[in-house]
């Protein structure tokens, strides 16, 4: 029995009779919680929690089920998950292209006018015509209005033929810095974009009113709760985003704990961004800097050491090594922790170097790499050396592996998301899901994909580097808190820390690796109070 230090403190909560699996080292298994004002009082057998029961204390029998600690997101875009749900054409589920013009016509004739059209979810490897929409393509859906469409993994875009006309890209445009304008044979636009080439575009398309921010927030938390999420990294900010996230925190909006970070560079842009000011409430907390290395690798535009399978494309670098030391000088030098997207080798390398070059963190902060997708085992160890915190997403292997099918060659489709290895390695590993680049980013659903290695047709990708089902339950909750530096609070259910958890809808123990996705969540609670109840 693992309890607080007064014993005669009475519970408001009390849960009893499952099996709980509390990720805290001194009383790893129990079977009951109790809580008192927003804090777990004590984790131990049920006649102890309940005899800790005040009068009007709620009783919640478990009969069996798991109870882990909230789930934690560690690479999410909140914002853009709610954008999906509040205000743009969602295209995760198109599996073609005239089931794509169809939505989109459907969409424009909601919304009358020569306004702009902007969706989000496309993937190629599942439409029947195997390739990407082009200008052409939105063209014929929507006429002459301006439209964009991003690809599921946020690298690739399309506009279209007006949009390209208002953005001023032409057959004598160059390619921005770290970004690429396709063209066609005669040199002509064809539509696609990739990486900061996409902003020539998304610079002309109103962003979302302050009002809108907060509702797609909102909507996307609403969404995390019900699959038992109760903190998150929110991997990209804007300083007028995080405005917004501050005056939620002061108005006690968040009903999920949020890990800011903020932008260092605005996304297709080339403006620095000043240090953001440091923040920690209970449910806000703003001290990490966010930049981006390379591309997508499910849209082939990670930065690789080889060719893809598919083409001679190497990817793209969006910042070389001595980029990421000059934009990463400041911010290290004022204790801030940096996390960057680097999910290629060759980027990887480049964000190693830069990492070693700024040497120590005065504060004691650990950096992180977000995604890591492609290390080979020298990166690992140079990393394990550095004290990185990887921040993998083994959800992509189930939602995105037949991309990395398509376009990996082999000697790199055997290291994807290598967890295991990052483990052994000695890193410290915190998953998530990058929604919403993908559609299901239930932390179930990716501890499943990091114990079995499937991906959608059921092929295992580098089976071998398959975790045990503590393993990513660990990272999905401690590993998440001790990665955005809320350890103190958070990440396990022990005595004194927040009373964040997740009811889940069976033994989780006793359910077989490939159905662990379909577990569910029964109730999610935050500070000792229910969040969500199905």
Same mark, same amino acid.
């Given at each position: 029995? $693992? #309890? ?8 408001? =909560? ?5 099996? %709980? =699996? ?20 004590? %984790? ?19 009969? #069996? ?6 789930? /934690? ?5 909140? @914002? ?16 073609? *292209? ?17 306004? @702009? ?20 393509? =939105? ?28 953005? &001023? ?21 064809? #539509? ?20 809108? +921010? ?44 949020? /890990?800011?970070?903020?932008?260092? $560079? ?28 390379? #591309?997508?690798?499910? &849209? ?26 000059? *934009? ?23 964000? *190693? ?32 050396? +550095? ?14 592996? %037949? /991309?990395?099918?398509? !376009? ?6 055997? $290291? ?6 990052? *483990? ?15 559609? /299901?980013?239930?932390? =179930?659903? &990716? ?5 079995? $290695? ?21 990272? !999905? ?20 820390? @927040? ?6 809808? &069976? ?28």
């Amino acid at each position: 029995m $693992r #309890g607080t230090a007064s014993s005669r403190a009475t519970a408001d =909560l009390v849960l009893t009779g499952g099996a %709980v =699996l509390t990720q805290d080292p001194a009383c790893p298994r129990a079977t009951a919680v109790a809580v008192s004002a927003g804090r777990v009082l004590a %984790v131990g057998d049920d006649d102890a929690v309940l005899a800790m029961a005040g009068p009007r204390a709620r009783r919640i029998e478990l009969a #069996g089920r798991t109870v882990v600690p909230g789930f /934690n997101d560690a690479h999410a875009h909140l @914002w853009k998950m709610g954008h999906l749900m509040t205000g743009l054409v969602d295209l995760r589920e198109v599996e073609s *292209l005239p089931q794509l013009r169809e939505k989109l016509q459907s969409f424009a004739a909601g919304l009358p006018g020569d306004g @702009w059209i902007v969706g989000r979810g496309y993937n190629e490897a599942v439409m029947a015509e195997g390739r990407r929409p082009l200008a052409t393509d =939105l063209d014929e859906a929507i006429g002459h209005r301006p439209c964009f469409l991003t690809r599921t993994c946020g690298h690739i875009g399309v506009a279209s033929s007006r949009a390209l006309t208002l953005a &001023g890209i032409g057959a004598d445009t160059p390619n921005p810095p770290g970004g690429e304008i396709v063209r066609d044979a005669t040199g002509a636009a064809t #539509g696609e974009l990739h990486e900061t080439a996409m902003g020539l575009v998304t610079r002309l398309v109103p962003e979302p009113t302050d009002a809108e +921010l907060e509702a797609m927030v909102l909507a996307a938390m609403r969404h995390q709760l019900r699959h038992g999420v109760t903190s998150s990294s929110e991997a990209g900010l804007t300083p007028g985003q995080l405005a917004v996230y501050r005056r939620m925190d002061r108005e006690r909006k968040l009903p999920v704990r949020v /890990n800011a970070m903020a932008l260092r $560079r605005p996304i297709g842009g080339t403006t620095t961004f000043p240090l953001p000011e440091r923040h920690e409430s209970d449910f806000l907390r703003i001290d990490s800097i966010k930049l981006l290395a390379d #591309g997508g690798l499910s &849209g082939a535009t990670a930065a690789l050491s080889v060719p893809y399978r598919h083409c001679e494309s190497h990817g793209l670098l969006r910042l070389d090594e001595a980029e990421l030391v000059e *934009l990463c000088r400041e911010p290290h030098a004022a204790g801030l922790r940096i996390g960057v997207h680097a999910i290629g080798d060759a980027a990887i390398d480049a964000v *190693l170097g830069a990492f070693d070059a700024l040497g120590p963190s005065t504060a004691g902060m650990r950096h992180r790499i977000e995604h890591f997708g492609l290390p080979h085992p020298g990166q690992l160890a140079r990393a394990a050396r +550095l004290g990185v915190i990887a921040v993998p997403q083994t959800i992509f292997l189930q939602a995105l592996g %037949v /991309n990395f099918r398509r !376009y990996l060659p082999d000697s790199l489709l055997g $290291r994807s998301y290598p967890v295991r290895e990052m *483990l052994e390695s000695g890193l410290l590993v915190a998953l998530s899901s990058d929604a919403p680049v993908v559609q /299901n980013d239930a932390p =179930l659903m &990716g501890i499943e994909a990091a114990v079995t $290695r499937l991906d959608s047709e059921g092929v295992a990708i580098a089976r071998e580097q398959a975790v045990t089902l503590e393993q990513a339950l660990y990272a !999905y909750t401690r590993g998440g808190a001790l990665a955005s530096g809320d350890e103190r609070n958070r990440g396990m259910l022990a005595p004194g820390l @927040w009373a964040d958890l997740a009811v889940l809808g &069976g033994d989780l123990l006793a359910t077989p690796a490939e159905r662990v996705g379909s577990v569910g969540v029964d109730m999610t609670i935050v500070a000792g109070r229910v969040a969500h109840e199905r």
